[in-house]
Protein backbone atom coordinates (compact mmCIF):
# COMPACT_ATOMS: atom_id res chain seq x y z
CA UNK A 1 0.00 0.00 0.00
CA UNK A 2 1.39 3.82 -1.10
CA UNK A 3 1.83 6.01 2.10
CA UNK A 4 -0.79 8.49 1.00
CA UNK A 5 -3.55 5.71 1.46
CA UNK A 6 -5.30 6.50 4.47
CA UNK A 7 -4.98 3.63 6.62
CA UNK A 8 -8.65 2.25 7.82
CA UNK A 9 -8.66 2.87 11.94
CA UNK A 10 -7.19 6.25 10.44
CA UNK A 11 -10.18 6.32 8.29
CA UNK A 12 -12.90 5.73 11.11
CA UNK A 13 -10.80 8.21 13.28
CA UNK A 14 -11.01 11.36 10.85
CA UNK A 15 -14.69 10.06 10.03
CA UNK A 16 -15.70 10.39 14.09
CA UNK A 17 -13.79 13.45 14.43
CA UNK A 18 -15.82 15.32 11.76
CA UNK A 19 -19.24 13.96 12.37
CA UNK A 20 -18.41 15.19 15.84
CA UNK A 21 -17.56 18.84 14.58
CA UNK A 22 -20.57 18.53 12.39
CA UNK A 23 -22.55 17.58 15.46
CA UNK A 24 -21.40 20.71 17.29
CA UNK A 25 -22.02 23.28 14.35
CA UNK A 26 -25.57 22.06 13.94
CA UNK A 27 -26.31 22.39 17.57
CA UNK A 28 -24.96 25.57 17.99
CA UNK A 29 -26.80 26.41 15.02
CA UNK A 30 -29.96 25.19 16.03
CA UNK A 31 -29.44 26.78 19.67
CA UNK A 32 -28.76 30.49 17.81
CA UNK A 33 -32.04 30.09 15.56
CA UNK A 34 -34.36 29.16 18.82
CA UNK A 35 -32.44 32.26 20.75
CA UNK A 36 -33.63 34.52 17.56
CA UNK A 37 -36.52 32.90 17.25
CA UNK A 38 -38.02 33.80 20.81
CA UNK A 39 -36.42 36.86 20.79
CA UNK A 40 -38.06 38.12 17.68
CA UNK A 41 -41.59 37.10 18.67
CA UNK A 42 -44.57 39.42 17.60
CA UNK A 43 -44.94 41.98 20.67
CA UNK A 44 -48.20 42.95 19.41
CA UNK A 45 -50.19 40.00 18.26
CA UNK A 46 -51.99 42.41 16.20
CA UNK A 47 -48.60 43.46 13.96
CA UNK A 48 -46.60 40.91 12.60
CA UNK A 49 -43.80 40.41 10.11
CA UNK A 50 -45.45 37.01 7.74
CA UNK A 51 -42.31 35.31 6.23
CA UNK A 52 -43.80 33.47 3.41
CA UNK A 53 -41.71 30.68 1.42
CA UNK A 54 -38.90 32.60 -0.95
CA UNK A 55 -39.87 30.14 -3.45
CA UNK A 56 -43.73 31.86 -3.56
CA UNK A 57 -44.38 34.05 -6.49
CA UNK A 58 -45.48 37.73 -5.07
CA UNK A 59 -48.55 37.32 -6.41
CA UNK A 60 -49.39 34.36 -4.23
CA UNK A 61 -47.51 36.00 -1.00
CA UNK A 62 -49.83 38.70 -1.41
CA UNK A 63 -52.68 36.62 -1.86
CA UNK A 64 -52.12 34.16 0.95
CA UNK A 65 -51.26 37.18 3.16
CA UNK A 66 -54.62 39.30 2.52
CA UNK A 67 -56.41 35.90 3.32
CA UNK A 68 -54.78 36.20 6.84
CA UNK A 69 -55.12 39.82 7.32
CA UNK A 70 -54.80 43.24 6.60
CA UNK A 71 -51.75 44.01 4.35
CA UNK A 72 -50.00 46.85 6.26
CA UNK A 73 -46.87 47.16 4.56
CA UNK A 74 -44.35 44.86 2.41
CA UNK A 75 -40.99 43.64 3.68
CA UNK A 76 -37.63 44.80 2.91
CA UNK A 77 -37.33 41.07 1.03
CA UNK A 78 -40.05 40.48 -1.28
CA UNK A 79 -41.36 37.47 0.88
CA UNK A 80 -42.13 39.11 3.78
CA UNK A 81 -45.22 40.93 4.78
CA UNK A 82 -46.28 43.16 7.52
CA UNK A 83 -50.14 42.44 8.37
CA UNK A 84 -52.50 43.54 11.16
CA UNK A 85 -55.45 41.85 12.37
CA UNK A 86 -57.76 40.11 14.84
CA UNK A 87 -55.12 39.61 17.94
CA UNK A 88 -56.75 36.37 18.98
CA UNK A 89 -56.44 34.84 15.25
CA UNK A 90 -53.40 36.55 13.05
CA UNK A 91 -50.60 34.66 13.52
CA UNK A 92 -53.09 31.31 13.44
CA UNK A 93 -54.22 32.69 10.16
CA UNK A 94 -50.74 33.56 8.89
CA UNK A 95 -49.30 30.38 9.55
CA UNK A 96 -52.72 28.59 7.56
CA UNK A 97 -51.93 30.68 4.87
CA UNK A 98 -48.87 29.46 4.11
CA UNK A 99 -46.41 31.70 6.95
CA UNK A 100 -43.22 29.85 7.22
CA UNK A 101 -42.18 32.13 10.28
CA UNK A 102 -43.88 35.51 12.30
CA UNK A 103 -41.47 37.86 13.90
CA UNK A 104 -41.75 41.22 15.38
CA UNK A 105 -42.26 44.18 12.96
CA UNK A 106 -39.60 46.00 14.98
CA UNK A 107 -37.21 43.84 15.69
CA UNK A 108 -36.85 41.61 12.15
CA UNK A 109 -34.03 44.28 10.57
CA UNK A 110 -34.67 42.61 7.49
CA UNK A 111 -38.76 43.79 7.67
CA UNK A 112 -37.74 47.33 7.44
CA UNK A 113 -37.06 49.09 4.12
CA UNK A 114 -34.23 51.55 3.89
CA UNK A 115 -35.71 55.32 4.18
CA UNK A 116 -34.90 57.32 1.15
CA UNK A 117 -32.39 60.10 1.40
CA UNK A 118 -35.33 62.66 0.69
CA UNK A 119 -37.85 61.56 3.33
CA UNK A 120 -38.52 63.35 5.89
CA UNK A 121 -39.10 61.99 9.72
Avoid at 18 to 38: E, K, N, Q, T
Avoid at 52 to 81: E, H, K, L, Q, Y
Avoid at 85 to 111: F, I, N, Q, T, Y
Wanted: glycine fraction near 10%; charged fraction near 15%.
Amino acid sequence: MSASTPQPAERRRVATILSSVALGVSGALLGLFAAVAVEAQPRTPGRVAAIFPPWWSSARIFGAAGTAGDIADAGGAPFIVILRGDPARLSERAREAGALLLLDPALAGVCARPSSPDATP
